[in-house]
């Protein structure tokens, strides 16, 4: 069981008949509140890519590409320019580098599987809102996703790759937040587990 087929009505899901029936209380909240937001789609063609980290070490040459992908959904921004623009009060200019970590699959001329480690970097020169000044100051964080569809090595350590990168640009503040809430969420058992075991520990409440 989980939250997809509990049939609690303290879980999430779509919401039926009268959405404020349940409310119990104003809870505060720790969360990043995102300010503003864009997505950034670009396609950047024979992007080198210099390699470490192979595994297994040393393969046999020559090496044959398989696919590559981002390795994680956060990038690494770098060179970060704010610009406020003196007729749009509102709004920034806003240049970084986003570096995103990129994992590359190949055969070796043993037919071995194999994987290594790289890095693309996408410059970024955008207008976004940024909030007012304030005691906690506001963060930019990227979510990033890549995927190589093409490529091939051009030595032991490098590779050229067609890369299609999803950058979401995110301007955030870390926040103590003021919602309506129904009070926990019920968590439901999992499914197949064997809950008789510790029966009188389980039987508490998950929160106080």
Sequence with gaps: MSFCNSGNPRTPGVIRGNPIQGLCERVCIQAKKVFDACVRQVSAEDTALSLSGFSPPNPAAPLTFVSARSSTTRGTLSNVHIDKLADRPREARLRCDVTIPIEIFYLDANNAEGRASGEITTSNDLIICVPAPSVMPFEIEASVNVI?????????TSAS?????????KIIVEADILVPSYGYCYIPPCEGYDNQVCSTFFELPLFP
């Excluded at 190589?148 to 032991?156: K, M, T, W």
């Excluded at 790759?161 to 640009?169: H, R």
């Design 148 to 156: 190589c569809p093409d490529g091939s090595f051009s030595s032991e």
């Design 161 to 169: 790759v067609s890369a299609c990168i999803t950058s979401i640009i």
